[in-house]
T-cell receptor, first 109, second 114 residues
Framework: AQRVTQPEKLLSVFKGAPVELKCNYS??????LFWYVQYSRQRLQLLLR??SRESIKGFTADLNKGETSFHLKKPFAQEEDSAMYYC???????????FGTGTRLQVTL | EAGVAQSPRYKIIEKRQSVAFWCNPI?????LYWYQQILGQGPKLLIQ????????DSQLPKDRFSAERLKGVDSTLKIQPAKLEDSAVYLC????????????FGQGTRLTVV
């Protein structure tokens, strides 16, 4: 069965500091991984997906199949990055989406 | 494009009562998901539809929860009878159904069972 683990419930960093939100997954097949974000009072929305290999709002994430990880990184945190971040795994041809428990990122001055 | 619409936004009921949630996905989206998000936890998939057929309902408590997607468009999720532990946000999401596409989420319905 597929599983997504986000070990940190809360990550607090200073503005301008580097950010790394950890995500590990368990899946025997070929994984498709995503990061979703939920800003205060907004709906859950896609931030980025591993297959696109793109940088969104300065965030990047690299799939490491050896370590079964998909950590989210940003070199310099901004106040507007404060939000709830969820790592998600899509499996099967029907794209079943399994979410981790989420990490709250708090960027302070 | 219009987003995923859910109603109601909030609902408070007593335990053992029944409740229904409605979802209107993005037009043309074949896949529709219902998630339950308990406070402090990530969204948990309850049921996934592809058009009007069920793809996965392995985590749906079928003794009290039911869902349907008649005509492959709108969907309703029902709880009967509700328990205290059903208090959560119920999220509806839709996607085009193609491999590895983005899921778009509604605002959710916050259910409180007292």
């Amino acid at each position: 069965a597929q599983r997504v683990t986000q070990p940190e419930k809360l990550l607090s960093v200073f503005k301008g500091a580097p950010v790394e939100l950890k995500c590990n997954y368990s899946y025997s097949g070929s994984p498709e991984l995503f990061w979703y974000v939920q800003y205060s009072r907004q709906r859950l929305q896609l931030l980025l997906r591993h297959i696109s290999r793109e940088s969104i709002k300065g965030f990047t994430a690299d799939l490491n199949k050896g370590e079964t990880s998909f950590h989210l990184k940003k070199p310099f945190a901004q106040e507007e990055d404060s939000a709830m971040y969820y790592c998600a795994l899509a499996t099967g041809t029907a794209s079943k989406l399994t979410f981790g428990t989420g990490t709250r990122l708090q960027v302070t001055l | 494009e219009a987003g995923v619409a859910q109603s109601p936004r909030y609902k408070i009921i007593e335990k053992r009562q029944s409740v229904a949630f409605w979802c209107n996905p993005i037009s043309g989206h074949a896949t529709l998901y219902w998630y339950q998000q308990i406070l402090g936890q990530g969204p948990k998939l309850l049921i996934q539809f592809q058009n009007n057929g069920v793809v996965d309902d392995s985590q749906l408590p079928k003794d009290r929860f039911s869902a349907e997607r008649l005509k492959g468009v709108d969907s309703t999720l029902k709880i009967q009878p509700a328990k205290l532990e059903d208090s959560a946000v119920y999220l509806c999401a839709s996607s085009s159904g193609q491999w590895n596409t983005e899921a778009f989420f509604g605002q959710g319905t916050r259910l409180t069972v007292v």
